[in-house]
């Protein structure tokens, strides 16, 4: 019963933000910024615990799996102008991804952040799911990692537009893929925005950006660890 | 009427990544159930095994209130004092940064090989 009323009234709070945001489009209006601060005062009031309130809400978490799988579905549409485009996705996303990964460790570094947090940081600008996935793999913990990506995705949803203006980018192609490298599916809403092609360049950025991190979370990832503990060593 | 249509194609949606967990058994790969189930979907697909109407729907709606399954986690950050500190704002400033440089060297990466690509045609 708790269970039900948890969802309902999550996905009413959701709803609500959303239209704030459609209509506004305030960045502190942000569904993930709006909404899990107004359900953070209301269940402080009803008494119930973040943990309590994760646990009832467990089944939104959980669509997380088959809307991962759903990604089939956007790819397989646009197959032609994935073959068309391979080349420049490739090299764009590869060279994105490494671009994540150094430039948060150089500044994780850079802030003395302790191991817990350095290591879970690292996969943050993936989608969630996969993410969750590289941070158990590399040893990480997925609860803060996941926090990582929702900023992440908060933060690329406001600067990504911004970061589009001032590069003077013009191709819908190079805005789709900035904008879901940077910031996964949050990005991808955003570029929903823009236009269809921006949107699908966007959804499939997050992808190959899911795929080829997961490559970097076995190959660069645990040396550039052992590296920092030699380091400190 | 159409809400039925949804819960039933996420329903199928879930049979997928039950197969991914399922293949995730038997190859050892470090991916995720869900990658694999996105992929054995995808196969599906190609090999016209399903038809596209029988996911359409679902998955149009699993990716269009995609925010919506991150709230839960994202209440969850209460449970992180460090974030609500100094230590926090340092973390979401470091977040800004880098993801401004991921998107800007994304965004020209893409750009120049397409402006390449548009100046090739135009020698043509």
Request: a positive charge; glycine letters at 8%.
């Amino acid at each position: 019963m708790e269970m039900i009323l948890v969802i309902i009234l999550t996905y009413l709070i959701y709803r609500l933000s959303k239209t704030a945001y459609g209509k506004w489009s305030f960045p502190l209006f942000h569904p993930l910024l709006l909404a899990p601060i107004l359900l953070i005062f209301l269940i402080f009031m009803v008494d119930m615990s973040a943990t309590q309130y994760m646990h009832n809400s467990k089944w939104l978490t959980n669509l997380l799996g088959p809307a991962t799988v759903a990604f089939a579905v956007p790819i397989y549409k646009n197959l032609a102008i994935i073959k068309k485009y391979i080349g420049t996705i490739i090299v764009s996303i590869t060279f994105g991804t490494l671009v994540a990964i150094f430039s948060t460790f150089g500044l994780s570094k850079l802030l003395h952040l302790k191991y817990d947090f350095l290591i879970s940081i690292l996969p943050r600008s993936i989608t969630t799911p996969i993410a969750i996935e590289v941070s158990k793999e590399i040893g990480g913990l997925p609860t803060l990692t996941t926090v990582f990506v929702i900023i992440t995705g908060v933060i690329g949803g406001i600067v990504g537009p911004t970061v589009i203006k001032s590069l003077a980018i013009k191709t819908p192609i190079a805005k789709g893929l900035a904008l879901g490298m940077g910031a996964h599916g949050v990005g991808t809403n955003k570029a929903m925005e823009y236009g269809k092609q921006e949107a699908t360049f966007s959804s499939l950025a997050m992808i190959f950006a899911a795929l080829i991190t997961l490559i970097w979370g076995a190959v660069i990832i645990p040396p550039l660890m052992n590296m920092n503990i030699h380091h400190i060593l | 009427m159409k809400l039925g249509v949804i819960i039933i194609q996420v329903l199928f949606l879930y049979l997928f990544l039950f197969l991914g967990a399922a293949v995730k058994e038997i190859i050892p790969l470090p991916i995720p159930a869900s990658m694999f189930g996105l992929f054995l979907l995808f196969l599906a697909l190609c090999l016209k095994m399903i038809k596209l109407e029988w996911v359409e729907k679902g998955a149009n709606w699993l990716l269009a209130e995609l925010l919506l399954f991150f709230i839960p986690s994202a209440v969850g950050v209460v449970n992180y004092d460090e974030i609500l500190s100094v230590q926090g704002a340092e973390i979401v400033g470091l977040i800004g940064v880098s993801t401004i440089i991921v998107m800007g060297m994304t965004a020209l990466t893409a750009e120049k090989i397409m402006g390449r690509k548009g100046g090739k045609q135009q020698w043509r």
